[in-house]
């Protein structure tokens, strides 16, 4: 058993817990996931590594409340605990020094970029972060990222924060105008699908971290598989980082839809289950 150390609001059903996991903690490196499950009966869920504390064992996971589990994650208070949190898992970020870096990020993948921003800037890179979000409230993490970024941007879909539009449309104003030598996404897949499209043109080395449906972790299940440079690779092992510009993006988005409708099934009975009934006949 794991127990929850401290649970924080960072925004609209995005939570962050610092989880008591010393072993993950000692050894997890930018880029690499863990799997929990929260009780006997509940499903295996990825999570990429927010940050870490290996003098107090503590790993810190950030999660957006999408679906039943993560919902039913959200419920957990501060003292409890998850029944099983294996990790890391995946292989690290490839961190070099590249020289000028652009990272962007999309949503909860706000805090998965972070940890990388983090050794790309240990490792001597010049960082430019640029963060994508429907609306100001959905933007989470600005003064962590202020902290560790050469430069921040964001873009909103609505214009409330930052420049009105994507991550896409600041990413060709930055690689229009200066030499860029790699870009680092995580976020929705059609986002990193875009940046991939983006980049190729300007044969801009870029790297994605991949979010397919996982069970073991292990590489033994094969659910994670995507094709990359017409191989099949198996995410949970050989990834979840791979080049964008080799990904089958038409396939990733395709097996992403395999069980929508059913998880939206699981979700509505979810929540129907857990109202309260107080008042009711």
């Not at 080395?205 to 995507?226: E, F, H, Q, W, Y």
Request: hydrophobic share 40%.
């Amino acid at each position: 058993m794991f127990k929850i150390i401290l649970k924080e609001e960072l925004g609209q059903n995005v939570k962050s817990f610092f989880i008591e996991a010393a072993d993950t903690a000692r050894n997890a490196k930018a880029g690499q996931f863990v799997i929990l499950r929260i009780n006997d009966k509940g499903e295996r869920i990825p999570l990429t590594i927010a940050d870490t504390d290996a003098q107090k064992g503590l790993v810190r996971i950030i999660f957006q409340e999408t679906g039943k589990t993560t919902y039913e994650l959200g419920t957990l208070k501060e003292g409890g605990y998850i029944k099983d949190f294996v990790g890391p898992l995946g292989q690290p970020t490839e961190i070099e020094n590249y020289g000028n870096v652009v990272a962007v990020a999309g949503g909860v993948g706000t805090a998965e970029v972070l940890p990388v921003i983090k050794s790309l800037r240990n490792a001597g890179n010049k960082v430019t972060a640029v963060v994508g979000a429907r609306n100001k409230d959905l933007i989470i993490l600005e003064k962590e990222l202020r902290e560790i970024c050469d430069e921040l941007l964001f873009a909103t879909d609505d214009g409330s924060y930052g420049t009105k539009g994507f991550v896409t449309d600041i990413l060709k104003n930055i690689i229009d105008k200066e030499s860029v030598n790699i870009v680092y996404a995580i976020g929705p897949v059609p986002m990193m699908m875009a940046v991939a499209n983006l980049t190729k043109e300007k044969n801009i080395k870029t790297l994605v971290s991949l979010n397919p449906i996982m069970v073991d972790g292990t590489g033994m299940c094969g659910a994670c598989r995507v094709t990359v440079d017409g191989k099949t690779k198996f995410a949970c092992v050989e990834g979840p980082e791979f080049d964008a510009h080799k990904v089958n993006w038409t396939e990733l988005i395709s097996r992403l839809s395999l069980f929508r409708d059913l998880e939206k099934v699981s979700l509505d009975n979810y929540k129907n289950n857990s109202e309260c009934k107080c008042g009711r006949e």
